[in-house]
């Protein structure tokens, strides 16, 4: 099993964690400006159906 040799330094750490949690903020906003646009029936980029047996 692989074994570091030294020590990550506080602000590797940091960096990798920022850019691991700016990806996911990204990904998040996406997700909402996606949903918004659906719920508005703005949408050209998601194909859906809707189911009107009500």
């Known amino acids: 099993m692989a074994v570091p040799k030294k020590r990550t330094s506080k602000s590797k750490k940091n ?5 691991w949690k700016n990806k996911a903020n990204k990904q998040a906003q996406k997700a909402l400006s996606l949903a918004k646009s659906v719920l508005k029936g703005k949408s050209t980029s998601f194909i859906y159906t809707l189911n009107e047996e009500d």
């Not at 960096?15 to 850019?19: D, E």
């Open 15 to 19: 960096a990798r964690k920022s850019v």
